[in-house]
C-alpha cells in the first residue's frame, strides 16, 4: 500500500491550495482516508477524514468550514481544498489510510495503517 501527498506549496494568507492523496494497494471503498497536519513543535492532528462507504466527512474544528475533503474513486485520489489559508495552517499535511474506521475516530493516529511521506504548506501573513 502507498500513499503519494503532494501539492503543498507557499501561499498568501487568505489564499487557497489543493492536495492531493494517490492511494495504491487499498480496497479503496472500504477505507477511511485522513489528512493530518504537524506544524514544528506540535503533535501530528487530524483535520479531516472521508469514510469511503458512505462518504462522510468529519473536520476538526479548526478547518471547520474552510477545507473541504473528497475523494474521487475513479483515480484513486482524496483531495483536501483549502480556502481562506491562514498563517497558523503552516505545517506538514500527511495522508493516511484506515481499513476500518468510525468516523468519530477520525483523530486518533493509531487507528490508521498507512502513511503517506507530507507535503509542506506555508502561509505567509
Known amino acids: 500500500v502507498q500513499l503519494q501527498a503532494s501539492g503543498g506549496g507557499l501561499v498568501q494568507a487568505g489564499g487557497s491550495l489543493r492536495l492531493s492523496c494517490a492511494v495504491s494497494?487499498?480496497?479503496?471503498?472500504?477505507?477511511?482516508i485522513a489528512w493530518f497536519r504537524q506544524a514544528p513543535g506540535k503533535e501530528r492532528e487530524g483535520i479531516a477524514c472521508i469514510v469511503s462507504d458512505n462518504d462522510d466527512t468529519v473536520y476538526s474544528d479548526s478547518v471547520k468550514g474552510r477545507f473541504t475533503i473528497s475523494r474521487d474513486s475513479a483515480k484513486n485520489t482524496v483531495a483536501l481544498q483549502m480556502n481562506s489559508l491562514k498563517p497558523e495552517d503552516t505545517a506538514v499535511y500527511y495522508c493516511?489510510?484506515?481499513?476500518?474506521?468510525?468516523?468519530?475516530?477520525?483523530?486518533?493516529?493509531?487507528?490508521?495503517?498507512?502513511w503517506g511521506q507530507g507535503t509542506q504548506v506555508t502561509v505567509s501573513s
Open positions: 493516511a489510510a484506515a481499513n476500518f474506521l468510525e468516523a468519530s475516530n477520525f483523530r486518533t493516529k493509531l487507528y490508521y495503517n498507512f
Open positions: 494497494g487499498l480496497t479503496f471503498g472500504n477505507s477511511a
